[in-house]
T-cell receptor, first 117, second 115 residues
Framework: GAVVSQHPSRVICKSGTSVKIECRSLDFQATTMFWYRQFPKQSLMLMATSNEGSKATYEQGVEKDKFLINHASLTLSTLTVTSAHPEDSSFYIC?????????????FGQGTRLTVV | AQSVAQPEDQVNVAEGNPLTVKCTYSVSGNPYLFWYVQYPNRGLQFLLKYITGDNLVKGSYGFEAEFNKSQTSFHLKKPSALVSDSALYFCAVRDFNTGFQKLVFGTGTRLLVSP
């Protein structure tokens, strides 16, 4: 199956700093990438959807200035958590949908556990 | 709005026994349904999907799911559980009401398979 690589898998940062998480589709072109946040023992909450070359679409309640998303190419999307605070600590997961006809499933990265201290 | 419900927070089963993880859906139009599995501190792995065709869908690792239109269900099943199947399972439906056709996930069901 298609491979989505997410990096880093784990990051600890100080409060007030920014953290960038990368999501790469390794063996396919992804026109659409999704960013999720998952709290402990809870489901995935969609934060935003990004299309290559256009601005991301954020879900209601998600601060676009805090969670910056860039989808610069068909194989790379990045999520930057700006001015991170302890409440931003969470598990962040990206997924990508392949650029081809038909109804394809989304492939997920390994996730990034962010801890803000 | 498209949604799925997973009524069980946790399912316990002994190794070698059959397992069922329940999912019901609420959609307008034809449902595109998915099952994913998540191991600790990992992303989601695709198990199977139903788009159209046979109601019984076979997927990865010996899992299968049965689409039941009259009961609006899409339960995940496996004839003989393994301890290594212990994980968090998510049912999802594709929401065609948005331009990006995002996935809407259920709350997840934790499967514990005892030796």
């Amino acid at each position: 199956g298609a491979v989505v690589s997410q990096h880093p898998s784990r990051v600890i940062c100080k409060s007030g700093t920014s953290v960038k998480i990368e999501c790469r589709s390794l063996d396919f072109q992804a026109t659409t990438m999704f960013w999720y946040r998952q709290f402990p023992k809870q489901s995935l909450m969609l934060m935003a959807t990004s299309n290559e070359g256009s601005k991301a679409t954020y879900e209601q309640g998600v601060e676009k200035d805090k969670f910056l998303i860039n989808h610069a190419s068909l194989t790379l999307s990045t999520l930057t958590v700006t001015s991170a605070h302890p409440e931003d600590s969470s598990f962040y997961i990206c997924s990508a949908r392949a650029r081809r006809e038909g109804n394809t499933e989304a492939f997920f990265g390994q996730g990034t556990r962010l801890t803000v201290v | 709005a498209q949604s799925v419900a997973q009524p069980e927070d946790q399912v316990n089963v002994a190794e070698g026994n059959p397992l069922t993880v329940k999912c019901t859906y609420s959609v307008s139009g034809n449902p595109y349904l998915f099952w994913y599995v998540q191991y600790p501190n990992r992303g989601l792995q695709f198990l199977l999907k139903y788009i159209t065709g046979d109601n019984l869908v076979k997927g990865s690792y010996g899992f299968e799911a049965e689409f039941n239109k009259s009961q609006t269900s899409f339960h995940l099943k496996k004839p003989s559980a393994l301890v290594s199947d212990s994980a968090l399972y998510f049912c999802a439906v594709r929401d065609f009401n948005t331009g990006f056709q995002k996935l809407v996930f259920g709350t997840g069901t934790r499967l514990l398979v005892s030796p």
